[in-house]
């Protein structure tokens, strides 16, 4: 199977302007998740998607938005960037099933990410 | 709420010693733990992950990690170290219930010197 793939690699912003990442999960899997990877704030989970619904959210302010296509990808739109957005955009997919909280011991796989940079 | 404490934000091993990387859960019930790796510029890759069965969990590339209840503990080692396995490494835990997403360590940065 084809693993978690990204686009784009690589994107440069300036303040003010809106970003939109795409993720595709692996195969048969529904369930996306989206972090943002940063040197000083680690690895923090931004949501969840599954189903094309939202079922879980990190603490980001509302300028974080996502969405789930019937077929699974998933997008991430960031609106008024701010030089803090500048960060590693990371897509994970895992197998869940429909009645299956959140919570699972179905690993995440990870995608190669997004690098924005914030000018 | 859980949450992972990884000791050791840079640990430094010379090439053919002992790998330790130390990994500290704190979880009302009993979690799911998980430990990957982050090669540079690349996305994190799961390297083994304790689902209440066996508590000593064997990994990809010779790494394991024993499962301790009793510190709530999900250290991970490696025999030997091998120049390919610098590299940053996450512990995460989740959990059974809803609500319960991933919840990742700050992780830890491995150098092994030759």
Known sequence: KAGVTQTPRYLIK???????????????????SWYQQTPGQGLQFLF?????????????????????????????????????????????????????????YNEQFFGPGTRLTVL | ????????????????????????????VPPYLFWYVQYPNQGLQLLLKYTSAATLVKGINGFEAEFKKSETSFHLTKPSAHMSDAAEYFCAVSGPFYGQNFVFGPGTRLSVLP
């Open chain 1, 14 to 32: 300036t303040r003010g302007q809106q970003v939109t990442l795409s993720c595709s999960p692996i195969s048969g899997h529904r369930s996306v």
């Open chain 1, 48 to 104: 969840e998607y599954f189903s094309e619904t939202q079922r879980n959210k990190g603490n980001f302010p509302g300028r974080f938005s996502g969405r789930q296509f019937s077929n699974s990808r998933s997008e991430m739109n960031v609106s008024t960037l701010e030089l803090g957005d500048s960060a590693l955009y990371l897509c994970a997919s895992r197998e869940r099933g429909l009645a299956e909280p959140p919570g699972s």
């Open chain 2, 1 to 28: 709420a859980q949450s992972v404490t990884q000791l050791g934000s840079h640990v430094s091993v010379s090439e053919g010693a002992l790998v330790l990387l130390r990994c500290n859960y704190s979880s009302s």
